[in-house]
């Protein structure tokens, strides 16, 4: 779609693997559907690949790119687009709230470094009143942990957690010759739509996360090994948990009434 341009080499320190493949690209655009009258916010554009063929349907969007060296090039590449805004910073610490518009919701995609996939998924979620959905590049293996089922080996902390949150789904994988230069590992694409009713009702997140990781702190015990500082023998029978259960074992609704238990 674009004419050869050169750009800065990737750098380690950022994670940077850019995306060129147009059919992957195509096959995003797909997903995602941008619309004329929606608000997308793209995290990380790199050399602009995705952004290119964003620009063509979305009605605003803001891109946020922590590299200097981008930013200009960008610049200069969508100099003559009247509804894409450039904002040089840090993903992990941007208040998405500044870019929302009167009470509209935001729709957020992007490749994702490796390196800050977690910490920024959750950052994310804090803001998550602001956010219509989320289309991301992830690495397979993350993308499976998310939308893992209980007792499988997958599922975990980021499973429960996220789960919790949203409405998860693996849609498609991308190989490392998608990208430049190509990662180790194969990447895949995950939707995540925030709930308008947390799964298994409301409870204090941060309870809920110190419960979590306490479980699976060593997966191979029960689960009333694990907890035993925590919830008594009685609370899990009341709630029909069985103590001698492995911690993988356990669905997200269970866990979050564990929480409320420890809350109440």
């Known amino acids: 779609m674009s004419e050869q341009r050169i750009y800065p080499k990737a750098r380690k320190r950022f994670g940077q693997n850019f995306l060129h493949d147009e059919a992957v690209i195509a096959d995003i655009i797909a997903a995602i559907s941008p619309q004329p009258d929606q608000h997308?916010?793209?995290?990380?554009?790199?050399?602009?690949?995705?952004?290119?063929?964003?620009?063509?349907?979305?009605?605003?969007?803001?891109?946020?790119?922590?590299?200097r060296d981008l930013v200009p090039i960008l610049q200069n590449q969508f100099n003559a687009a009247p509804n894409l805004y450039i904002?040089?910073?840090?993903?992990?610490?941007?208040?998405?709230?500044?870019?929302?518009?009167?009470?509209?919701?935001?729709?957020?995609?992007?490749?994702?470094?490796?390196?800050?996939?977690?910490?920024?998924?959750?950052?994310?979620?804090?803001?998550?009143?602001?956010?219509?959905?989320?289309?991301f590049m992830l690495q397979r293996e993350v993308v499976e942990r998310i939308c893992a089922a209980p007792g499988s080996k997958s599922y975990g902390r980021l499973s429960i957690m996220i789960q919790y949150q949203c409405q998860a789904e693996q849609l498609f994988i991308v190989?490392?010759?998608?990208?430049?230069?190509?990662?180790?590992?194969?990447?895949?694409?995950?939707?995540?739509?925030?709930?308008?009713?947390?799964?298994?009702?409301?409870?204090?997140?941060?309870?809920?996360?110190?419960?979590?990781?306490?479980?699976?702190?060593?997966?191979?015990?029960?689960?009333?090994?694990?907890?035993?500082?925590?919830?008594?023998?009685?609370?899990l029978e009341v709630l029909g948990i069985d103590p001698k259960q492995r911690p993988e074992t356990l669905s997200v609704e269970q866990y979050v009434a564990l929480a409320q238990s420890i809350s109440a």
């Open 175 to 235: 190989p490392p010759t998608a990208f430049d230069p190509p990662p180790k590992v194969e990447s895949a694409i995950i939707y995540l739509q925030p709930r308008k009713s947390f799964l298994g009702g409301n409870v204090c997140i941060k309870t809920l996360g110190s419960l979590v990781t306490q479980a699976f702190s060593q997966r191979r015990k029960t689960i009333a090994n694990t907890l035993k500082n925590s919830v008594s023998l009685s609370a």
């Open 87 to 135: 904002h040089q910073a840090d993903a992990l610490e941007f208040d998405f709230k500044l870019l929302q518009q009167k009470d509209e919701k935001l729709r957020v995609i992007g490749n994702l470094p490796y390196n800050i996939t977690t910490p920024l998924l959750f950052h994310l979620l804090d803001q998550a009143t602001l956010i219509e959905d989320m289309c």
């Open 40 to 67: 997308l916010v793209e995290i990380g554009p790199g050399r602009g690949a995705l952004t290119e063929w964003l620009l063509e349907d979305a009605g605003r969007l803001d891109v946020i790119e922590l590299d």
